[in-house]
């Protein structure tokens, strides 16, 4: 063609192609209509339809140093909601076609689907519907033989008895969960190292579950921990939630949180109050879910102990790692290890495998959170759905054990493994077999540890968790643990106590010893466990810890300890029969029962220079009960100030008695007039404080001063503001009419205040 012509036909063929990306970028924006912006930002929204496992895995970006391959897909499944592994290696999936919400005629026919690799290629071959006929199964987890299903307010347990793993046998253990709104249903399901499985439940629900011992009702959510073999549920934590969808325990047993957006170090939450426990969050970022612990030999070192969750609106699995601090720990956020621009890409759940790699379940929509979107919204997807595996490049696999049929010894020498899906898969099968023949397996395998093997004393953890997951206590291996050199050894054992109590010899020694150890920890385990034991003596056992440095965490144990054993040591202080080690411990136990207030008070006042955080408490607990005696002794001491006071200290003195006053509960008289010495206070705010409560009090004779004050217009804002309201409180006829001369006369600051 002439160079012209050519020319013309380029030129055609570019204006062709720019009408067409801007056709097809304009479709794109139009098929996200009405979706939520943050749910799909940093997505190519041009690959809304592009469904190809091949796309999303090529809009995949990984961390350096892995990659990921699809080890399922649909039809195999659709819409996986949660995960878990059983012994065989098999991948357990909780599937829901029916959410959010079924629709008029619709039959619920949810499913949970076993998917298998049986060649070992990293992709699974075999697909089998163990159970269908569910309605939002939003929770798994494997014991007894069988599998437990969370369909709220109901939880079935669901076993195959003719080896064809289809389920035929449905019992129905526990029921009376909230219903209020699936969003915050039973979910987060965990088996825990001591074979307790853990769920929770979030904000504004109601639960009322009758169990073997008794009722257990709840309010506004929490952690639930529940004993598969003896049916016994407990709140594990009572503890403000949102929308609790993560829970993990670390290799020590130490549990974290995801509530989203916040991540919270649980254990120092779960004592046995029964009262809500305010925790403070580790780390708040954005929502997510799910998630599992970076662990085993396949993963570099760099990522283990890292937890592993899924945010499902930015499309991404997001790494923390915690660092200790004291007995707690603080958190920071690492770059994900995988994410992706794949508007369909919605990962609820994560597990570390059998093989050592994380696998990754994606829920595969573009439509997320039944709140903001119709629920007959035409792109809900509900026939799509996958399994991602990631892999360490040029790191080997774990190879799967054979655990189901090995014998007992075997078993228990499992772990040792440096997997912790190895170990845990031991001891769940190890569950299931003799407990008398696998206790004295334990007994045995513990003497023969090697003291100079470095995983020594985490290795006598393991046969500590697994004599629990057998309904075994052990005295002995309990010892052995509670001596460990390590101190997270030790933790997991003054832990253990709350649970082994009643077959202890003596458990109030053993939390003494533990509320006396150096690692702060430690401490804080001690003092939880104490209030699990229902003795006077468990309560002085726990005071031990005051004799050391405390912390936030272990600020959070006391008074759960404190409240939880009251109806043992409060009769006992009373009688004079509860002995103490020291005489702190014995304050501390007179602040808390409300004995000896008077002394202690007194003690503060005559300070010369009394510490802001413990005035601060000793006026709270003035305002909260205090009489008319401690009330004079606080006006005697306040006004007598000397010039260089901390007003700051003043300050919460007269506040305090300004809450005392405003109860109403008696009247000082006179006795408030020594106030009056500071209302001329150099510092604004004392000299404001102490003008209020003048009136607060209703000094009779006081109004020409607060008159005077008021009509001083060289005097503080805040002072003359005060002086106002306390004119108000003081009452009578002459007052009132003064004020509203001063009301109608006078400059505008004047009348403003009197009005």
């Known amino acids: 063609q002439p160079p012209d012509t050519m020319h013309r036909i380029v030129q055609s063929l570019l204006f062709a192609s720019s009408i067409l990306a801007t056709a097809t970028t304009a479709s794109a924006q139009k098929s996200a209509d009405g979706i939520s912006k943050r749910n799909l930002a940093n997505a190519n929204l041009e690959l809304l339809d592009a469904h190809d496992p091949a796309v999303e895995k090529d809009n995949f970006k990984l961390l350096p140093g892995y990659e990921v391959n699809l080890f399922a897909q649909e039809p195999m499944l659709a819409n996986p909601i949660h995960m878990t592994w059983d012994a065989r290696g098999r991948l357990w999936v909780a599937c829901s076609w029916a959410y959010p919400q079924l629709k008029p005629g ?9 998917l298998e690799d049986t060649d070992g290629d990293g992709r699974a071959d075999k697909s089998t519907v163990f159970a269908d006929g569910l309605y939002m199964p939003t929770g798994i987890e494997l014991a007894n033989g069988g599998c437990f299903v969370a369909q709220t307010p109901d939880v079935f347990f669901l076993k195959d008895t003719d080896g064809d793993d289809v389920a035929d046998v449905k019992e129905l253990p526990l029921t009376g969960f909230g219903i209020e709104d699936s969003h915050h249903s039973i979910s987060a399901w965990r088996r825990g190292p001591g074979g307790w499985i853990y769920f929770q439940e979030g904000i504004f629900l109601h639960a009322q579950v009758e169990t073997p011992y008794g009722v257990l009702r709840n309010y506004n959510g929490g952690v639930y921990q529940y004993n598969p073999r003896t049916r016994d549920l407990r709140i594990f934590a009572r503890i403000g939630v949102g929308t609790p969808w993560g829970h993990i325990f ?4 130490q549990s974290f949180f995801v509530d989203n957006p916040r991540i919270s170090y649980l254990s120092p939450a779960t004592g046995n109050s029964g009262q809500r426990v305010r925790m403070a969050n580790l780390i708040s970022t954005e929502k997510q879910c799910g998630g599992d612990l970076a662990s085993g030999t396949h993963l570099p070192e760099d990522i283990r102990g890292q937890l592993l969750t899924c945010r499902f609106k930015s499309r991404a699995i997001i790494r923390y790692e915690f660092i200790e601090k004291g007995s707690g720990f603080t958190a920071n956020v690492l770059p994900p290890l995988i994410s992706s621009s794949h508007p369909n890409f919605r990962p609820v759940d994560c597990k570390v495998g059998p093989d050592g790699a994380v696998y990754v379940a994606d829920w595969y929509n573009p439509i997320i959170n039944h709140a903001k979107h119709n629920f007959r919204d035409p792109r809900r997807d509900n026939t799509h759905g996958r399994v ?15 655990l189901v049929d090995a014998p007992i010894p075997e078993l228990v020498d499992h772990l040792r493994s440096p997997d912790n899906w190895t170990r845990h898969q031991a001891r769940n099968v190890l569950a299931e077999r003799d407990r008398d023949e696998v206790a004295k397996a334990l007994a045995i395998w513990v003497t023969r540890l090697d003291p100079k093997d470095p995983d020594h004393d985490h290795h006598l953890v ?10 075994r206590p052990s005295g002995d291996i309990l010892n052995r643990v509670l001596s460990a050199n390590d101190g997270h050894a030790r933790a997991a054992g003054a832990r253990a106590i709350r649970y082994w109590h009643a077959d202890l010899a003596d458990p109030a020694a053993l939390v003494a010893k533990a509320a006396a150890d150096p690692v702060p920890r430690v401490r804080m385990e001690a003092i939880l466990s104490a209030g699990y034991i229902p003795t006077a003596e468990a309560f002085t056992a726990a005071l031990v810890a005051l004799d050391h440095p405390r912390d936030t965490c272990i600020d959070i144990a006391l008074p759960q300890t404190v409240t939880a054993l009251e109806p043992h040591w409060r ?13 702190s411990h014995r304050d501390f136990a007179e602040q808390a029962a409300g004995i000896g207030f008077d002394k202690r008070l007194g003690s503060h006042l005559k300070k010369k220079t009394p510490g802001l955080d413990e005035t601060r408490s000793i006026m709270d607990r003035l305002a909260s009960d205090g009489n008319i005696r401690q009330a004079r002794m606080v006006v005697d001491a306040v006004s007598r100030s000397k010039p260089d006071a901390d007003p700051d200290v003043m300050l919460v003195m007269l506040d305090s008695l300004a809450r005392v006053g405003r109860r109403g509960d008696f009247s000082l008289g006179q006795r408030i007039s ?8 150099p510092d604004t705010e004392v000299a404001a404080a102490a003008v209020a409560n003048l009136g607060v009090w209703q000094l009779k004779g006081s109004a020409p001063d607060l008159f005077r004050i008021l009509r001083d217009n060289k005097r503080p804002d805040p002072v003359r503001r005060a002086a106002a309201v306390s004119l108000g409180q ?15 006369e006078g400059d505008p600051a004047d009348r403003y205040l009197a009005v």
């Not at 619709?106 to 076993?114: L, R, S, Y």
Request: with cysteine.
């Open 730 to 744: 003081l009452r009578g006829a002459e007052i009132a009419d003064t004020l509203r001369t001063l009301a109608g």
């Open 106 to 114: 619709q039959v619920a026919d949810d499913k949970i689907i076993i």
């Open 462 to 471: 393991e046969a500590m968790w697994a004599c629990q997951n057998i309904e």
């Open 571 to 583: 009769p006992a202080l009373n009688s004079g029969k509860l002995k103490f080690d020291r005489q």
């Open 674 to 681: 020594p106030l009056k010495k500071l209302m001329g206070h």
């Open 250 to 253: 670390d290799r020590w047993g």
């Open 388 to 402: 991602w595996r990631i892999t360490a490049k040029d790191r080997p696999l774990v190879k799967k054990p054979s």
